[in-house]
């Protein structure tokens, strides 16, 4: 009889005991959904959108991307299921018919490199996310990195044949719902009725990325003439925006659009300071005597040329400019060649450099070649961030290219040292003038979206051009502290300098939940972005 | 009676509500059915523990009791800001009791007590959003307690005994908020160490000033479980791990610990009256001094150097009352109630001891087999009532992060003893 009866009271003691509060926030009516939606929700977009960062997609990235995080606070409201083309690994990078693919690369961490130093590096290991390995079913998150707006209603743009030199199809490939469906087929035959519209960025801020090499398109709409490094003509933004914005409201979805940052102000172009070159470096500061010994002979030339602002100087005591070629100024590469000639000092000079006689003009005509359209930077250019990797490392194929024209390999070395002897490429600085039509492009683009979004009482717009602004200028505070835009440690910017990091992303969506709170009368709380992770360590 | 009893209730409740930190008062199922008060109670080898002067009125030549209960405790977290909602999943917890007390003489008694009066098995689910503060914890400690009394005449007793504590401690948590390697799994530490011992002592006084009237005292002292030594593992740290701020390499890596816990002194005063032949109530009052607890410091042996989490608990009461009635010359009915304050103050309430003031409503009854041996079953209902309250004292980056939101527990503890009286 006591046994039974202890039986019943440890059943009792299991059902009795789960405490409850009064007022749960898993009772369905704790958060409001207002007059949303949220059963349905669809995020289109471009790298943005589907979670990139640290230069890649890799798995956690996904997880944590901004529509993911919105999702997650959604499901407290009525929100459905959400589901991502998720990768394979948290490696990044992907396979093309099982070879790596140079279109995706491995995700960036802060690694001991051999020298005990810790810094951005590539993390170790091979790719394991095949682009032909199709996944089946479709997918909330529609973000397709590299994506540019001219191209998310283009049929066909995940066809395999597609994955050739541009990196977008290679990601929309993988989870394309067929070799002729376009990113917007694929997100409204999900009826939503809710979504994210993020798209604009990749048309002018892949130009900038490759340090202003492509060409402004401006005032030509034929975009199969385009390439990926390109500035879109803002006729043609205007055009495709508001047509596949048309597209995203038809079915009558409430939605966010957002406009774009302003490209220079990410980390990616302006960590690397104007002027690099620090005379305590023992690599550097013993050769300031000599370099400015060379260049005091070119100088005297740009004098008399006419052209003193061109002037090759190091400073002993402080950082100094690198060396860049500018295609903007004036050739004057024979005219350089000519004077060098026909100075009484020149054998003299070529000799000093260990060349033997009978060799001036060689020299001559590679100074001349090689300083024709350089000069040192000044505050108004913008060092891209790969070009830390770069500055003051040896160009071999100078080196070669020296070499061949009888140039001893000490000397040779000598004159390929990256910004110093052997002026930056264009692809490693955006030029004043690069920076004015990347800016007056993306002014164009910003000034579609708003007008668009003011238009219609069913989108919410949300100012990224704002928020990126408050993380340059003094930063968004939080529960441990401030997010700025400081590169690496900054929090807000991953490794890759462009493309935020979790806490950035739990960031966006809190100023997303926030628009849409006020904007639908709903009660959807925030992310607490101290729980999400920054930089990763190796 | 029923009368009285909802007199002193009344008059309670709407006083403060009153126990706490890693405590588990369940020294006894006889004495635990009438609100766990003893202190004056005179009934079975139990006693031994409430106090041990009164193993000198017990009856009998030798008594012998045993008894084990089983904790359903569970917590609920909600944070209604960022919409998470927790539940604890919580080991069963099991206290457990043998004592055994002897009189030699008239005069002079020996017992020697078996308990577990302090643990704590809270389990919050991995990687939670208080996974930096606490994933699990498992504290257990088990009391061996020689004890001698001595009656010095019919109205007094004296009694004590050295306390020997062998306990264990099991400890994990999250570095932090937000680190991980590179597959995301979050960095994370366990504190593990066995067979720590320690000494202490209790003391007490019985006094009968009439033939209905028990009035006592105890003293159990503080006792320092103290860890040197002890297992740290460190899982999921980054291989390159640094100091942002230095650029310095920091070492992770495996290694020990040292510790302190404190287990406080306790004082206990209270009554026990006889009526109506059938009837007895009894009185305790506990204060325990918590205020001894004032940071969880853990020191590592690696470059995780020394953490340490403010507690800051303040003294706690606790108001004990129960009553026994004599149904049978088979049954022995029992209830109580008790009012136990919380040593946690605001501000320092963390989940790994989320413990808040609390009502403890007990009920049992013991079955006489014969004269010699009965059954004794014991039933423990503790109320929490929901509190808002944080843990401000938990830093990020040089600053206070408070961990903040509503907690709900809730404890059933049914239990199951033999006395036997030779």
Same mark, same amino acid.
């Given at each position: 009889m006591k046994n039974i009866k202890y039986i019943a009271i440890m059943a009792l003691g299991l059902v009795a005991c789960e405490p409850e509060l009064?007022?749960?926030?898993?009772?369905?009516?704790?958060y409001s959904s207002g007059n949303a939606d949220f059963s349905r929700f669809v995020s289109v977009g471009n790298s943005l959108t589907a979670g990139f960062t640290d230069g890649t997609v890799y798995r956690l990235g996904q997880q944590n991307s901004f529509p993911n995080i919105l999702a997650g606070q959604f499901a407290k409201a009525g929100g459905g299921i959400f589901t991502q083309p998720l990768v394979?690994?948290?490696?990044g990078g992907l396979l093309l018919n099982g070879t790596v693919s140079d279109l995706a690369r491995n995700r960036v961490v802060l690694a001991e490199s051999e020298f005990g130093i810790v810094g951005p590096a590539s993390i170790e290991g091979v790719p394991t996310?095949?682009?032909?390995n199709r996944l089946t079913g479709s997918f909330n998150n529609m973000g397709v990195p590299s994506v540019k707006s001219y191209e998310?209603?283009?049929?066909?743009?995940?066809?395999?044949?597609?994955?050739?030199?541009?990196?977008a199809p290679a990601y929309y490939s993988r989870f394309?719902?067929?070799?002729?469906?376009?990113i917007l087929d694929d997100a409204m035959a999900q009826n939503p009725t809710f979504f994210t519209f993020w798209i604009g960025?990749?048309?002018v801020l892949l130009y900038a990325l490759d340090?202003?090499?492509?060409?402004?398109?401006?005032?030509?709409?034929?975009?199969?003439?385009?390439?990926?490094e390109d500035i879109t003509d803002p006729t043609v933004f205007t055009e495709k925006y508001t047509a596949a914005l048309a597209t995203m409201t038809a079915g009558g979805a409430k939605g966010i659009v957002c406009n774009l940052p302003s490209?220079?102000?990410?980390p990616y172009f302006t960590?690397?300071?104007?002027?690099?070159?620090?005379?305590?470096?023992p690599d550097f500061g013993p050769q300031i005597p000599t370099l400015n010994g060379i260049f005091g002979q070119l100088n005297q030339v740009y004098a008399f040329l006419g052209v003193p602002e061109r002037s090759i100087v190091f400073s002993q005591t402080a950082p100094s400019a690198v060396v860049i070629r500018d295609e903007t100024l004036v050739d004057l590469s024979a005219q350089i060649s000519a004077v060098l000639m026909a100075s009484p000092t020149f054998p003299a000079f070529v000799q000093s450099l260990g060349l033997p006689p009978g060799t001036e003009s060689i020299a001559a005509n590679l100074l001349g070649a090689t300083y024709g359209q350089t000069r040192q930077t000044n505050a108004n250019d913008m060092l891209v961030l790969p070009s830390s990797g770069v500055?003051?490392?040896?160009n071999n194929a100078s080196v070669a290219g020296l070499m061949s024209q009888n140039i001893p390999q000490a000397l040779a070395i000598q004159f390929s040292?990256?910004?110093?002897t052997y002026p930056l490429e264009d692809k490693w600085v955006l030029l004043p003038m690069e920076q004015t039509l990347v800016a007056n492009a993306q002014a164009s683009y910003n000034a579609t979206i708003s007008a668009l979004a003011a238009a219609d009482d069913n989108i919410v717009f949300i100012d990224m051009q704002a928020f990126l602004n408050q993380l340059n200028n003094g930063g968004i505070g939080y529960d441990a502290g401030v997010v700025t835009s400081?590169?690496?440690?900054?929090?807000?910017?991953?490794?890759?300098?462009t493309h935020p990091t979790a806490r950035g992303y739990a960031l966006i969506a809190n100023i997303m939940i926030d628009e849409i709170n006020s904007s639908f009368n709903a009660t959807i709380p925030k992310v607490n972005p101290g729980y999400y992770p920054t930089v990763y360590i190796d | 009676m029923k009368k009285l009893l909802s007199f002193i209730l009344f008059f309670l409740v709407g006083s403060t509500l009153y126990a706490g930190?890693?405590?588990?008062?369940?020294?006894?199922q006889k004495q635990l059915a009438m609100?766990?008060?003893?202190?004056a109670v005179i009934s079975s080898a139990e006693s031994l523990f409430f106090n041990p002067a009164s193993m000198s009125f017990l009856d009998g030549k030798m008594n012998v009791s045993i008894g084990a209960s089983a904790i359903f405790g569970e917590t609920r977290f909600e944070n209604k800001e960022f919409g998470i909602a927790e539940n604890t999943d919580n080991p069963l917890g099991t206290p457990a009791n043998l004592y055994v007390t002897y009189k030699?003489?008239?005069w002079l008694s020996f017992g020697l007590g078996v308990y577990t009066p302090y643990g704590s098995s809270v389990e919050w689910?991995?990687?939670?959003?208080?996974s930096h503060l606490v994933n699990n914890i498992d504290l257990k400690a088990i009391f061996i307690q020689p004890t001698i009394a001595i009656k010095i005449s019919e109205k007094l007793s004296i009694g004590g005994g050295p306390i020997y504590a062998n306990g264990s401690v099991e400890f994990n948590k999250n570095l932090n908020r937000n680190l991980t390697d590179t597959d995301g799994n979050r960095s994370n530490v366990t504190v593990e160490e066995k067979g720590i011992s320690a000494w202490g002592y209790t003391l007490g006084v019985m006094i009968k000033?009439?033939?209905?009237l028990n009035v006592g005292f105890n003293y159990r002292s503080k006792i320092s479980m103290k860890v040197e030594g002890g297992d740290a593992d460190f899982q999921n740290?980054?291989?390159?791990? !640094?100091? @942002?701020? +230095?650029g310095a390499q920091l070492n992770f890596s495996d290694g020990k610990f040292d510790a302190e816990l404190p287990m406080p002194a306790e004082i206990t005063v209270g009554l026990s009256y006889e009526f109506c032949d059938k009837f007895l109530f009894a009185f305790d009052y506990n204060f325990a001094?918590?205020?001894?607890?004032?940071a969880l410091t853990v020191v590592f042996d690696?470059?995780?150097g020394t953490s340490t989490s403010p507690r800051n608990y303040k003294d706690a009461e606790t108001f004990r009352f129960g009553l026994q009635y004599k149904a049978h010359k088979k049954f022995t009915v029992r209830t109580g109630i008790y009012f136990d304050e919380s040593p946690v103050q605001d501000g320092y !309430?963390? @989940?790994? +001891?989320?413990?808040n003031d609390s009502v403890g409503y007990t009920a049992g009854l013991s079955f006489?087999?014969?004269?010699?041996l009965s059954i004794d079953a014991s039933f423990l209902y503790l109320h929490f009532d929901e509190i808002d309250n944080s843990y401000d004292h938990y830093q990020e980056n040089g600053q206070n992060v408070p961990f903040a939101g509503t907690y709900k527990s809730s404890v059933i503890a049914p239990g199951l003893g033999l006395s036997y009286k030779l």
């Open positions: 009064d007022n749960s926030v898993e009772d369905a009516e704790f394979n690994d948290n490696v996310t095949e682009i032909s998310v209603a283009e049929s066909g743009f995940g066809a395999l044949s597609n994955v050739n030199t541009f990196t394309a719902s067929s070799d002729t469906a376009s960025s990749n048309d340090g202003g090499a492509g060409v402004d398109q401006l005032g030509n709409s034929d975009t199969s003439s385009y390439e990926e490209v220079t102000d990410i960590t690397v300071p104007y002027a690099p070159l620090d005379p305590t470096n500055i003051g490392t040896v040292i990256e910004g110093v400081t590169y690496a440690s900054g929090g807000g910017f991953s490794l890759d300098g | 930190g890693y405590r588990v008062s369940i020294q006894g609100g766990h008060t003893g202190v030699a003489n008239d689910n991995k990687d939670w959003a208080g000033p009439t033939e209905k740290i980054p291989d390159d791990f !640094f100091n @942002p701020a +230095t001094q918590w205020s001894e607890y004032e690696n470059d995780a !309430f963390a @989940p790994e +001891t989320p413990r006489n087999v014969n004269d010699k």
